[in-house]
T-cell receptor
Framework: NAGVTQTPKFRVLKTGQSMTLLCAQD?????MYWYRQDPGMGLRLIHY???????AKGEVPDGYNVSRLKKQNFLLGLESAAPSQTSVYFC???????????????FGPGTRLTVL | DAKTTQPPSMDCAEGRAANLPCNHS???????VYWYRQIHSQGPQYIIH???NNETNEMASLIITEDRKSSTLILPHATLRDTAVYYC??????????????FGTGTSLTVIP
């Protein structure tokens, strides 16, 4: 099991450029999440998905779009990048259900994005 | 979800117990206490969670006060690899939604040789 993987690990963009971050999980988890983390702050939820074909907004969704066309993949898009989106982005997943294990989120290694 | 308050930073000598406090005075009856940690530049890692009884696993112990308004995460024998930011999160165990975890700023624990 690779767990949760993120592509790319690092990226530098110019203001106005677009890009897509890919999150993939091989644990057959229903729920997937995108967070951003800025210096001195905790993780803030951008968008999340409770299953294939569904997405929902989190705390800070503006400027981002997401898609969950396949259960194992959760894509985060920036249509027109801004310097305020410079951050480290983490993806996470967890299973559904009532078991205790469903409470545990599994995180990817992060993508460090710089927007100039 | 209830708000949590944690000290911004703590030090602990290597080999000693690290006791990390968390206040959650507005916790409601169906909310659990979760602890995650984030080692520098890595994604957060689940440690432990509980409702009202004390819990222990291979990583740590969780002590929840009787009134559930505060809790303490205990790392019994801290090592240098335990240096990380520790997040205390309180939330309802909703199993049929993608209800998210609200991560605050946590406690930055430094284990000193």
């Amino acid at each position: 099991n690779a767990g949760v993987t993120q592509t790319p690990k690092f990226r530098v963009l110019k203001t106005g450029q677009s890009m897509t971050l890919l999150c993939a999980q091989d644990m057959n988890h229903e729920y997937m999440y995108w967070y951003r983390q800025d210096p001195g702050m905790g993780l803030r939820l951008i968008h999340y998905s409770v299953g294939e074909g569904t997405t929902a907004k989190g705390e800070v969704p503006d400027g981002y779009n997401v898609s969950r066309l396949k259960k194992q993949n959760f894509l985060l898009g920036l249509e027109s990048a801004a310097p305020s989106q410079t951050s480290v982005y983490f993806c996470a997943s967890r299973p559904s259900g009532s078991r205790i294990s469903a409470d545990t989120q599994y995180f990817g290694p992060g993508t460090r994005l710089t927007v100039l | 979800d209830a708000k949590t308050t944690q000290p911004p930073s703590m030090d602990c000598a290597e080999g000693r117990a690290a006791n990390l406090p968390c206040n959650h005075s507005t916790i409601s009856g169906n909310e659990y206490v979760y602890w995650y940690r984030q080692i520098h530049s890595q994604g957060p890692q689940y440690i432990i969670h509980g409702l009202k009884n004390n819990e222990t696993n291979e990583m740590a112990s969780l002590i929840i006060t009787e009134d559930r308004k505060s809790s303490t995460l205990i790392l019994p024998h801290a090592t240098l690899r335990d240096t990380a930011v520790y997040y205390c999160i309180v939330r309802v165990r909703e199993t049929n939604t993608g209800n998210q975890f609200y991560f605050g700023t946590g406690t930055s624990l430094t284990v000193i040789p």
